[in-house]
T-cell receptor, first 114, second 115 residues
Framework: KAGVTQTPRYLIKTRGQQVTLSCSPISGHRSVSWYQQTPGQGLQFLFEYFSETQRNKGNFPGRFSGRQFSNSRSEMNVSTLELGDSALYLC?????????????FGPGTRLTVL | AQTVTQSQPEMSVQEAETVTLSCTYDTSENNYYLFWYKQPPSRQMILVIR??????QNATENRFSVNFQKAAKSFSLKISDSQLGDTAMYFCAFMKQGRTDKLIFGTGTRLQVFP
C-alpha cells in the first residue's frame, strides 16, 4: 500500500502570495489532518477533515483554509503569505472511523516565504 | 484545553543502553489516548507506541515501553537496548476520545544514540 504523499515537497513563495498544498492519504483512509511544524512553535494542529467535512479546526487565522475531495485527497490553502508562515506542513491520514487510531504521516511540504 | 509537556529538549545515550524520555500532560478528560511518535532526521514521522487511558497495563512494543501514571498525568517512554537507528526527535501526543484525530503534541525531545 502506498503511503501518504504530499506535493510539492518544497515551495518558495514571496510575501502576499498564496499557496496550495496537496495531500493524498493512504487508500481507504477517510480522515486527513494537517499540522504546521516550526522550530519556535513546534507541531500545531491546523484542521481535520473526514468524508469531505471539516471535523476540527485549530487556532489559525482565516488565511489558512482547507478542503477534502470525494476521493479523500485534501488540499490546504494559505492566502496572503507572511514570513511567519514558513514551516514544514505535515498531513496525516487515518481510517478515521474510531478514535485513537494511528495517524500515518506524509513527508511534508517545506514552505519558505521570502 | 489540553497541554503536553516534554521537559527534556535533548538527551543522549550510548548504544545498547536504556534511556527514558519524560512526558506530562494536562487534561480534564477521563478517556483519551496517548502516543509517542518518532521523527528521524529528514524522514517521516512514525508511531512508536500507543496507550489507551482506560487501560491500566502499560503498552509495550518490542524495545519500547511506557510508564503510564494516569493520576500523575505522566507518560514516559523507555527505550531499551538503544540502537543507532533510534536517533530522532520523539514527540509525546494526546488525543481526546471521540470522533477526532486531532493530536496535541509536546515540544519534542531530540535523542542522540552514540556508538
Amino acid at each position: 500500500k502506498a503511503g501518504v504523499t504530499q506535493t510539492p515537497r518544497y515551495l518558495i513563495k514571496t510575501r502576499g502570495q498564496q499557496v496550495t498544498l496537496s495531500c493524498s492519504p493512504i487508500s481507504g483512509h477517510r480522515s486527513v489532518s494537517w499540522y504546521q511544524q516550526t522550530p519556535g512553535q513546534g507541531l500545531q494542529f491546523l484542521f481535520e477533515y473526514f468524508s469531505e467535512t471539516q471535523r476540527n479546526k485549530g487556532n489559525f487565522p482565516g488565511r489558512f483554509s482547507g478542503r477534502q475531495f470525494s476521493n479523500s485527497r485534501s488540499e490546504m490553502n494559505v492566502s496572503t503569505l507572511e514570513l511567519g508562515d514558513s514551516a514544514l506542513y505535515l498531513c496525516a491520514s487515518s481510517l478515521g472511523t474510531a478514535g485513537g487510531r494511528e495517524q500515518f504521516f506524509g513527508p511534508g511540504t517545506r514552505l519558505t516565504v521570502l | 484545553a489540553q497541554t503536553v509537556t516534554q521537559s527534556q529538549p535533548e538527551m543522549s545515550v550510548q548504544e545498547a543502553e536504556t534511556v527514558t524520555l519524560s512526558c506530562t500532560y494536562d487534561t480534564s478528560e477521563n478517556n483519551y489516548y496517548l502516543f509517542w511518535y518518532k521523527q528521524p532526521p529528514s524522514r517521516q514521522m512514525i508511531l512508536v507506541i500507543r496507550q489507551e487511558a482506560y487501560k491500566q497495563q502499560n503498552a509495550t512494543e518490542n524495545r519500547f515501553s511506557v510508564n503510564f501514571q494516569k493520576a500523575a498525568k505522566s507518560f514516559s517512554l523507555k527505550i531499551s537496548d538503544s540502537q543507532l537507528g533510534d536517533t530522532a526527535m520523539y514527540f509525546c501526543a494526546f488525543m481526546k476520545q471521540g470522533r477526532t484525530d486531532k493530536l496535541i503534541f509536546g515540544t519534542g525531545t531530540r535523542l542522540q544514540v552514540f556508538p
